[in-house]
């Protein structure tokens, strides 16, 4: 029973701090009420996690009265104690002044001694107070760099996050002429994530002038570089006409490149290409197969589905029903929706012998296990 398991009923308390606290709170009262005992008294034994958490509750007011002050020494508790998650939202009180007053300072050294404790979303936060302001030197730029290696990134890819803060205003306000510029040191260093970031703001203008040329070498080079997205995108600029005119074979060309690097929606759109016979491809049942399969592989539930409609269809190999629920479980399991799909799933189970549901079950629940999807 859920009342004999504290640890149990924990974990809910916290899941519903995202979803239905109040929902939550009135369906189990009582296990959450000895919960809150169990939690209370691991965190006044010493407990640094149990600490964070009920600093946590006290916060959001989950199930105890908020109370921003206490959470905070409860926060201050877990700091002390070893636990580096406190000491992260210290520092996050104190850059805002939330339950106490506004104070960077301080806020740089809890979330410092955070980010050392190796907590990468202290390191994080800390890069965000770090650029805050009307403009950061060279010296906090540099700050912000060994922030991010010490955190265990790169060079390339401590300057593409600099970029990422910059363009999507992460703590600090949107520059996207800075970003640009950001994105171009980590281009520098070869990180192929920082061609495709320099293609996209040449595509729109984003902190320059729109570029197509720009653009089209930026993807160009990281596509070269093996990243999928980017040949999937160039796929996409020569099908629709976009920076470029329309070339179908090219576009081709760049979804087997894409599909090649482990690109799954461009294993999933080939074989479409092939079931149907589009874009002057000649039409092939068995290509058609081995891409939806291969996307599947990849975690595509739209792949998997279409796997089972070509078992159920019998399109390019026999009719195979059994194989056909098997698919269409997989897809389901893996996030697949679409109305009248769980009467397709009955339809299919009526005519099928309980023997053959276990094995279709079964086979399906193995696949799973194989490719990880849908755990």
């Not at 995202?18 to 169990?38: D, G, H």
């Not at 939690?39 to 149990?50: H, M």
């Not at 729109?204 to 040329?213: N, P």
């Not at 990281?222 to 999928?228: E, M, V």
Request: aromatic share 8%.
């Amino acid at each position: 029973m859920i009342g004999k398991n504290p640890r149990l009923v924990l974990a809910l308390i916290l899941a519903a701090l995202i979803f239905n606290p109040l929902k939550a709170a009135a369906q189990a009262a009582p296990e959450v009420a000895e919960a809150l005992q169990a939690l209370l008294a691991k965190a006044e034994g010493g407990d640094a996690q149990a600490m964070y958490q009920v600093g946590r509750l006290y916060e959001t007011g989950q199930n105890v009265p908020r109370n921003l002050s206490l959470a905070l020494g409860w926060y201050q508790k877990a700091a002390e104690a070893g636990a580096p998650a406190g000491r992260h939202q210290l520092g996050l009180a104190y850059e805002i002044g939330k339950g106490v007053a506004a104070d960077r300072a301080k806020a740089m050294e809890h979330l410092r001694r955070a980010a050392e404790a190796g907590l990468k979303d202290a390191a994080y936060s800390l890069v965000s107070l770090t650029l805050a302001g009307p403009g950061p030197g060279p010296k906090e730029i540099q700050a912000a760099v060994d922030l991010l290696k010490k955190a265990g990134e790169t060079e390339a890819r401590a300057w593409m996050t600099l970029g990422a803060f910059y363009e999507n205003g992460l703590g600090l306000s949107p520059n996207y002429s800075r970003a640009l510029g950001w994105y171009g040191k980590a281009a520098e260093l070869g990180l192929p994530e920082a061609f495709y970031s320099l293609g996209v703001c040449y595509e729109i203008g984003l902190g320059a002038r729109a570029d197509a040329g720009q653009a089209l070498a930026n993807f160009q080079k990281a596509a070269d570089l093996k990243l999928p997205a980017a040949a999937y995108k160039l796929a996409a600029l020569h099908l629709n006409g976009v920076l470029i005119k329309p070339d179908h074979p090219k576009a081709v060309d760049f979804l087997r490149q894409a599909v090649a690097n482990g690109h799954a929606e461009a294993a999933n759109e080939l074989g479409v290409i092939y079931l149907q016979g589009m874009l002057d491809q000649p039409r092939d049942l068995t290509l058609a197969f081995e891409m939806f399969v291969r996307s599947a592989e990849l975690g595509n539930p739209e792949a998997m589905k279409n796997v089972a409609v070509i078992f159920r269809g019998g399109l390019g190999r026999p009719p195979d029903q059994v194989q056909a629920l098997r698919w269409y479980l997989i897809a389901r399991a893996a996030g697949y929706q679409n109305p009248g799909f769980e009467g397709l799933l009955d339809e299919i189970r009526k005519g099928l012998r309980p023997q053959d549901l276990k094995l279709a079950e079964a086979e399906a629940e193995a696949w799973l296990a194989k490719f990880k999807v849908g755990k």
